[in-house]
């Protein structure tokens, strides 16, 4: 084993995830939200250390990403509000004769809207490596967080977080089930009411497992911040009753100050040796920091005498690991990214607009006139989740692109959503390096501009470690300049998402291509 921690198993962007087990491999999926492609697939041999390998929705006929804007939700804390962003919310994934289903939830932001619609729908497969998933089946459920759970007499039921408009204030959320025709998205029962959940506070992420003569609910409850927790229930019918655990939550946060925080929103399986675990979201937090936002992580599971499970609490380091399916399967060894799979866009990008080469590192961008913080239209970024906390990301601007004779802003960009993001760029309006960060939720915004001696290209890097993000620039071999900082607290707050770095290119239509080069970030190429 190698001398890093365990967990998070998957560090960076990865909430909400679930897991399944096919032809001798574990298979892992996570919500992926405003970002294109989506659904990031994951494989492994021993549920520890794993390869993004690919992603569910590759192909823009699938689906739509336009209105997965991000909403301020100040009720929930004026300091610190809720930032919920749309788009593809929790998905599961189970797999049954030879077929590999994926139930998600687009959560559609319109605007001038105070409450989102929910489009639900399932794809397939039959070759999960070879990426040809089916379009989306849709299927009528006001709600989000679907679980596909196939039963023994071969009937094929959804569970979700039913959301049920009361009062104009109100909206009653619980968790709901119906039969379901997985090809039609036809309802084959009426929708009914499972379980409203331990807390009674926003029951979601539901998963249906059998156990003997038991059926049982895993759910996720309070929020996705602090009040995060897993709970269970079981019940003989499917349709209920359900009983609650008298020992929920399964899983919570102890101690408050601890580095493993937000612990919620999970999936149970089994490794070869039918021993159970369980994989988890959570965020590593310092001094009010977690600038990774929300990760995957995994712990052991013990079912006791009287048929109910335990749940060790999520630390660096588990005690029980899962049983690799192969022998020399190296546990321990980092998170291992495809450069194409890893790749990412936002929203709806007109991909046409990118060339790559040199294994990713090159870059040429056709730009656009959109800025980032106007999400209705698309614009000219491409970039890759952070996976380290601790690293750096650099580029080179070509000479030809920085003597560009439009405006034009080329650079490296940090950036979470519309509302949240920091950059370093060439302006040629401004004949400068320019830093510029925004926190529209929070009131932040930092503007700098440093003139430069161009002789030839110009390098960027952003810096990043647990506490702050430094955005330096050099120009023709000289040493780095740090042209601005920012502290990771202030742009983490209580959201979905977690951070993308990339590079970018704004300028009218028209404008000539802008050229990168040596694009590098957490030491590994686009």
């Given at each position: 084993?190698?001398?890093?921690?365990?967990?998070?198993?998957?560090?960076?962007?990865?909430?909400?995830?679930?897991?399944?087990?096919?032809?001798?491999?574990?298979?892992?999926?996570?919500?992926?939200?405003?970002?294109?492609?989506?659904?990031?697939?994951?494989?492994s041999d021993d549920a520890i250390s794993w390869k993004h390998f690919g992603n569910a929705i590759n192909k823009k006929s699938q689906l739509s990403l336009l209105k997965s804007r991000t909403r301020i939700i100040r009720e929930a804390n004026e300091q610190?509000?809720?930032?919920?962003?749309?788009?593809?919310?929790?998905?599961?994934?189970?797999?049954?004769?030879?077929?590999?289903?994926?139930?998600?939830?687009?959560?559609?932001?319109?605007?001038?809207?105070?409450?989102?619609?929910?489009?639900?729908?399932?794809?397939?497969?039959?070759?999960?490596?070879?990426?040809?998933?089916?379009?989306?089946?849709?299927?009528?459920?006001?709600?989000?967080?679907?679980?596909?759970?196939?039963?023994?007499?071969?009937?094929?039921?959804?569970?979700?977080?039913?959301?049920?408009?009361?009062?104009?204030?109100?909206?009653?959320?619980?968790?709901?089930?119906?039969?379901?025709?997985?090809?039609?998205?036809?309802?084959?029962?009426d929708q009914k009411e499972i379980w409203e959940g331990y807390s009674k506070v926003v029951p979601e992420g539901p998963h249906l497992y059998k156990r003997g003569p038991w059926y049982y609910l895993l759910a996720a409850e309070g929020g996705t911040t602090?009040?995060?927790?897993?709970?269970?229930?079981?019940?003989?019918?499917?349709?209920?009753?359900?009983?609650?655990?008298?020992?929920?939550?399964?899983?919570?946060?102890?101690?408050?100050?601890?580095?493993?925080?937000?612990?919620?929103?999970?999936?149970?399986?089994?490794?070869?040796?039918?021993?159970?675990?369980?994989?988890?979201?959570?965020?590593?937090?310092?001094?009010?920091?977690?600038?990774?936002?929300?990760?995957?992580?995994?712990?052991?599971?013990?079912?006791?005498?009287?048929?109910?499970?335990?749940?060790?609490?999520?630390?660096?380091?588990?005690?029980?690991?899962?049983?690799?399916?192969?022998?020399?399967?190296?546990?321990?060894?980092?998170?291992?990214?495809?450069?194409?799979?890893?790749?990412?866009?936002?929203?709806?990008?007109?991909?046409?607009?990118?060339?790559?080469?040199?294994?990713?590192?090159?870059?040429?961008?056709?730009?656009?006139?959109?800025?980032?913080?106007?999400?209705?239209?698309?614009?000219?970024?491409?970039?890759?989740?952070?996976?380290?906390?601790?690293?750096?990301?650099?580029?080179?601007?070509?000479?030809?692109?920085?003597?560009?004779?439009?405006?034009?802003?080329?650079?490296?960009?940090?950036?979470?959503?519309?509302?949240?993001?920091?950059?370093?760029?060439?302006?040629?309006?401004?004949?400068?390096?320019?830093?510029?960060?925004?926190?529209?939720?929070?009131?932040?915004?930092?503007?700098?501009?440093?003139?430069?001696?161009?002789?030839?290209?110009?390098?960027?890097?952003?810096?990043?470690?647990?506490?702050?993000?430094?955005?330096?620039?050099?120009s023709h071999g000289t040493s780095w300049e740090k042209i601005g900082t920012v502290n990771t607290i202030d742009i983490t707050g209580s959201d979905f998402i977690g951070p993308i770095i990339g590079v970018f290119a704004a300028a009218e239509h028209g404008?000539?291509?802008?050229?990168?080069?040596?694009?590098?970030?957490?030491?590994?190429?686009?």
């Open positions: 084993m190698t001398g890093r921690d365990i967990n998070p198993i998957i560090p960076g962007f990865a909430p909400d995830p679930s897991i399944t087990f096919i032809n001798g491999k574990f298979f892992l999926v996570t919500s992926s939200f405003h970002l294109f492609p989506g659904l990031p697939m994951y494989v610190d509000p809720l930032l919920a962003t749309g788009g593809l919310y929790a998905p599961t994934i189970r797999h049954r004769s030879g077929v590999t289903y994926i139930a998600c939830t687009n959560a559609i932001h319109e605007e001038g809207e105070s409450h989102p619609k929910f489009e639900n729908f399932v794809i397939s497969t039959t070759n999960v490596f070879g990426g040809n998933w089916s379009d989306p089946v849709y299927f009528d459920f006001h709600g989000i967080d679907p679980d596909i759970f196939f039963d023994d007499d071969g009937r094929t039921y959804i569970a979700g977080s039913s959301y049920v408009r009361g009062l104009p204030w109100i909206t009653k959320i619980a968790i709901d089930c119906f039969e379901i025709d997985l090809q039609s998205g036809t309802k084959l029962t602090e009040g995060h927790r897993i709970t269970i229930s079981r019940s003989r019918s499917i349709w209920g009753p359900y009983e609650s655990y008298e020992k929920n939550p399964l899983l919570d946060v102890c101690d408050p100050t601890g580095y493993i925080q937000h612990t919620g929103h999970g999936d149970l399986f089994q490794d070869l040796d039918g021993q159970w675990h369980l994989v988890c979201l959570g965020v590593r937090k310092k001094q009010g920091c977690y600038p990774m936002g929300r990760e995957t992580f995994i712990a052991p599971v013990v079912w006791h005498e009287g048929g109910w499970p335990s749940v060790d609490p999520i630390v660096l380091n588990p005690g029980v690991l899962p049983k690799p399916t192969l022998c020399n399967s190296s546990v321990g060894t980092p998170l291992v990214c495809d450069a194409e799979a890893g790749r990412v866009y936002i929203r709806d990008s007109d991909l046409s607009r990118f060339q790559f080469s040199d294994s990713g590192q090159t870059i040429v961008i056709d730009p656009l006139p959109a800025s980032f913080a106007k999400y209705t239209q698309p614009n000219a970024f491409v970039g890759a989740r952070q996976r380290s906390m601790v690293g750096k990301a650099t580029v080179l601007l070509s000479d030809q692109s920085l003597r560009s004779p439009v405006d034009l802003e080329a650079g490296l960009a940090y950036y979470k959503d519309e509302l949240r993001f920091a950059r370093i760029f060439w302006s040629t309006k401004e004949s400068a390096a320019v830093f510029e960060f925004v926190n529209t939720a929070k009131d932040l915004r930092s503007h700098h501009a440093r003139k430069l001696k161009l002789d030839g290209p110009i390098r960027f890097c952003i810096e990043y470690n647990e506490s702050s993000l430094d955005f330096l620039c050099s404008s000539p291509l802008v050229r990168f080069s040596e694009f590098l970030i957490d030491q590994a190429a686009l």
